[in-house]
């Protein structure tokens, strides 16, 4: 069982950084996959930044391409989500999720069963 524990989320400026972090406890393989999505109220949730362990490779929103950085200690077990120029529609509650790889898009959430509980951020203009 993997459990995930997201922090780092709060309020900032137009333009400002936050870096979130996501620990996660339990067997996290190197088969495994690890994302960040985004919600807000009334919307579905959605995909910002996710990578394959095994290869390392990345997806990324196309809102979020060169302002936001996805990594992962994997010594810590931890995901990060590096975001800098934040602008108020990146106002959202993020959450942390991981899976076993299925081969589906790393950014759709159906890839994911294991997720955290959120962490607020909110962006002022």
């Known amino acids: 069982q993997v459990q995930l524990v997201e922090s780092g989320g709060g309020s900032v400026q137009a333009g400002g950084s936050l870096r979130l972090s996501c620990s996660a406890s339990?067997?996290?393989?190197?088969?495994?996959?690890m994302g960040w999505f985004r919600q807000t109220p009334g919307k579905e949730r959605g995909g910002v930044a996710a990578?394959?362990?095994?290869?390392?490779?990345?997806n990324y929103a196309d809102s979020v391409k060169g302002r936001f950085t996805i990594s992962r200690d994997s010594a810590a077990n931890t995901l990060y989500l590096q975001m800098n120029s934040l602008i108020p529609e990146d106002t959202a509650t993020y959450y942390c999720?991981?899976?076993?790889?299925?081969?589906?898009?790393?950014?759709?959430?159906?890839?994911?069963?294991?997720w955290g509980q959120g962490t607020q951020v909110t962006v002022s203009s």
């Open positions: 999720a991981a899976s076993r790889y299925t081969g589906s898009r790393l950014l759709d959430s159906r890839q994911y069963n294991y």
């Open positions: 339990g067997y996290i393989g190197s088969n495994y996959c």
């Open positions: 990578i394959y362990i095994l290869l390392g490779n990345t």
